[in-house]
């Protein structure tokens, strides 16, 4: 409904800028409650919603598995961060996934969702923490753990429960966007963030 509004794209809270806490650059917004949320170009995949007025209810951001310590966050910037995120892949130029073309922050700007050429095989939104674990109630990261299991939703707006380090992760991003430096040559990516050629590339 946003991207209906807004010329076909995803929203857009952050400007394209590197950096990370350590560099010292993160940008910084502020809600009306006076919360400050910092952040960087592709945390607008993880903080989409804020863009909206008024703000989501924060019961609507997480998964129902979701242990009650989230409720006991309730007063800090945590009870507005979604246990769900768009695809990164959404918010970059097709080039930044190529790893004979990656360019950096030039290359980062939110894509047309008419873009995605793939759609059934093209993950839209996946789920960021996976809970149901008694020995781990803060849960885990449900991108890159074997055998745990999350919510996938594609961008035919179908959705699946699979194990997202199963699925094919594209190519090494030298400009990985959650690294101070650059991402190992080895590294195989993260699924579904990562996937080779952006928009244009398969997650399954």
Not at 94 to 122: C, E, H, M
Not at 182 to 190: A, F, Y
């Amino acid at each position: 409904m946003y991207a209906a509004s807004n010329d076909d794209r995803l929203p857009v809270i952050f400007e394209p800028q590197y950096g990370t806490i350590e560099m010292g650059n993160l940008q910084t917004i502020t809600l009306e409650d006076g919360i400050r949320i910092p952040g960087g170009w592709f945390n607008n995949s993880t903080y989409a919603h804020l863009a909206f007025d008024p703000v989501p209810d924060p019961r609507v951001l997480t998964h129902p598995a979701a242990p009650r310590l989230r409720q006991a966050l309730a007063r800090t910037p945590q009870r507005y961060l979604s246990d769900y995120k768009f695809a990164d892949t959404h918010y970059t130029d097709f080039a930044y996934w190529d790893i004979n073309t990656q360019q950096g922050p030039a290359q980062w700007r939110a894509q047309r969702l008419g873009a995605v050429i793939f759609p059934s095989s093209k993950g839209f939104m996946r789920q960021v923490t996976a809970y149901d674990f008694p020995d781990r109630p803060d849960g885990f990261g449900a991108c890159c753990v074997d055998g745990i299991v999350s919510s996938v939703l594609w961008s035919d707006l179908s959705g699946e429960q699979l194990v997202q380090a199963s699925l094919t992760p594209g190519v090494p991003n030298f400009w990985h966007h959650g690294l101070i430096g650059p991402k190992p040559v080895w590294s195989k990516g993260v699924p579904i963030d990562n996937t080779h050629r952006g928009t244009l590339g398969r997650d399954r």
